[in-house]
């Protein structure tokens, strides 16, 4: 491994010759070969599928995992985007000139080699890859054993653009090693590798946060919530409500816990019921949820519990007070949001919680790179240090001051 990301860090040398221009003309070229490659990626995806079937894999996890020519078309679309938007690296953030008479600039500059570590889903090898190119960082990539033939496809079809254009392939390096082992060797090569973003299960984040001497950003677990307010639209938050959850159950900006306002309980928990039962949903709710509508009882566990599957858990709440303290006791600082026509209500609510993204009268599940205006992204960071939220190509970089001098020597 070490010889490996030792060819990673000697590629990062390459991409500061790269002008914007050809970061975004590589970038199409690599979007049209992954639509040229749809049925090839589609065979490999159809493999990586029926291990899935093998393995018992959940449902949920088999979304995650499968490539379809709408996923695919996704895919390209993303590179597209991330194409589109504009130069990251070299941008002078500001400016001054100090009493000696320095001029100085602050300029951002790529971080440079970046560890991306990822269970199930193959198109964050593409969106991963392209976001690292155009910030002309060098990715390693990591993907789970359950997707490696999808991976590797991927990779392939983005290697060949490079070697096309005379650069090394190591610039999107794939370690095949799907392994715990493989794991703690990367997270440790500080050496050669400047950042580590996992994204993953609670048990991978927990490890990598605990064992890793390259800096990490962490894509930690997504365990949202909505709050629907007595003030609330019922039909907007219907609607509002029902997407949230059902979706894509398996994705991390999906809400796991529902609270609603005690006042306005008794009039919509029937009617969401009833569209909840209509999708397959199981719903776990408090002993006052179950007064209302007939539920699983749900026990602590539950409300710490991100399911990643299609199942809700609910609770009855005496107002926006309750609402902050359950989400400050159970949430993971990623997505929630509040459903109400309160504007007073509202803004108590979005100052409050201290979650990366917060919502007023919309679904959690807009938290995305994509969504955002981002092209795609490297991961949903609940870190507060460096990147917070979907995490873009700004996040992939960092700055450097440059200081013009005219022969200044320091009293």
Known sequence: MEQFLQEAKSASRVLSALSGHEKNRILKEMAYAIRANTMNLIEANALDMSDADKNSLSLALKDRLLLDEKRIEGM???????????????????????????????????????????????????????LCFKSSNVCVLKGGKEAENSNRAIAQILQAILEKNS?????????????????????????????????????????VSQNATVSVVKHDKGLCHTFIDKDADIKKALAVCVNAKCRRVGICGAMETL???????????????????????????????????????????DFETEYLDNILSIRVVKDVHAALEHIQTYGSAHSDA??????????????????????????????????????????????????????????????????????????
């Open 76 to 130: 390209a679309k993303a590179i597209e985007d991330i194409a589109a938007l504009k130069e990251p690296v070299g941008r002078v953030l500001d400016g001054w000139v100090t009493e000696t008479n320095l001029k100085i600039e602050k300029v951002s500059i790529p971080i440079g080699v970046i560890g991306i570590i990822y269970e199930s889903r193959p198109n964050v090898t593409s969106d991963t890859a392209a």
């Open 259 to 301: 609270l609603v306002h005690e006042n306005i309980a008794q009039d919509i928990l029937p009617l969401l019921k009833s569209e909840y039962d209509k999708l397959g949903t199981t719903l776990k709710g408090c002993q006052n949820t179950a007064k209302i509508i007939v539920v699983e009882a749900a026990t602590e566990e």
């Open 338 to 411: 509040i459903i109400t026509e309160n504007y007073t209500t509202a803004e108590e609510f979005l100052n409050g919680v201290d979650s990366a993204c917060v919502y007023l009268n919309a679904s959690t599940q807009f938290t995305d790179g994509g969504e955002f205006g981002f092209g795609a992204e490297v991961g949903i960071s609940t870190n507060k240090l460096h990147a917070r939220g979907p995490m873009g190509i700004e996040g992939l970089t960092t700055y450097k001051y440059k200081i013009y001098g005219s022969g200044q020597t320091r009293a």
């Open 167 to 207: 650069l090394p392939k190591a610039l999107i390096s794939l370690i095949l090693d799907s392994s715990r082992e493989g794991v703690s060797k990367l997270i440790k090569m500080d050496k050669y590798v400047d950042l580590i973003i996992p994204r993953g299960g609670e048990g991978l984040i927990k490890f």
